[in-house]
């Protein structure tokens, strides 16, 4: 299992916009054979600061969300206007514990 963790500061009144894009995007995640969830977080020690995790199957299904010509646009538009920085960090599960109910 593949976890994709981006982290990124909207530029001043950006945020919104970003928003907009991502809610945009999501519809599309859940026709990426291999997708298995997204969420995204407000950091509580740096209010402009969000995250997005997104869990993947494999690095294949990555690649292919990652090229993506909806989400290319997206990219080129978050670079180009959006994005104070950002950080993207594509990790494997090397071990995972749970607790269900």
């Known amino acids: 299992m593949i976890a994709v963790i981006f982290e990124v ?4 009144q950006s ?5 907009e894009l991502a809610s945009e995007l999501a519809p ?3 026709g990426i054979p291999g997708f298995i969830s997204v969420e995204r977080f407000f950091s509580l020690n740096t209010p402009e600061k969000l995250l997005s995790l997104s869990w ?3 690095l294949e299904a990555v690649e292919v969300w990652k090229q993506n010509v ?6 080129q538009e978050g670079k180009h206007n959006l994005f104070s ?3 993207i960090s594509v990790t494997s599960v090397i071990r995972e514990e749970r607790i269900s109910q």
């Open 56 to 58: 993947w199957e494999n």
């Open 70 to 75: 909806h989400h290319l646009a997206a990219q």
């Open 9 to 12: 500061t909207p530029r001043m």
């Open 85 to 87: 920085c950002y950080r």
């Open 15 to 19: 945020q919104k916009r970003y928003l």
């Open 28 to 30: 599309l995640l859940s």
